[in-house]
């Protein structure tokens, strides 16, 4: 049984920091590529961050620069470390897991960022 269990989120004010974890169970965690989602209310789904098998790393726009994804193969986990949190990052942030015909997601984790 595969199980992504994210943890982290929570309230920041605006330009405070967040990490996320991704915990992956039940899959080749190594050969997997992972990603972080996000959904804010009335918004589609949209990727945030993802980093390959191999650690190469890609961002959105928005996030370039106050974002950074990294993985530990040794904990099976992934991370989101947020930095610089905007109002505008409020939303429900969601881990993926990604191997050749096959495809993984968390329960996600809220985020609010809020004075």
């Known amino acids: 049984q595969v199980q992504l269990v994210e943890s982290g989120g929570g309230l920041v004010q605006p330009g405070g920091s967040l990490r996320l974890s991704c915990t992956a169970s039940?899959?080749?965690?190594?050969?997997?590529?992972m990603g972080w989602y996000r959904q804010a209310p009335g918004k589609q789904r949209e990727l945030v961050a993802a980093?390959?098998?191999?650690?190469?790393?890609n961002y959105a726009d928005s996030v370039k620069g106050r974002f950074s994804i990294s993985r530990d193969n040794t904990k099976n986990t992934v991370y989101l470390q947020m930095n610089s949190l905007k109002p505008e990052d409020t939303a429900v942030y969601y881990c993926?897991?990604?191997?050749?015909?096959?495809?993984?997601w968390g329960q996600g984790t809220q985020v609010t960022v809020s004075s």
């Open positions: 980093i390959t098998s191999g650690s190469t790393t």
């Open positions: 039940g899959i080749s965690f190594s050969n997997y590529a």
């Open positions: 993926n897991a990604k191997f050749v015909g096959s495809g993984y």
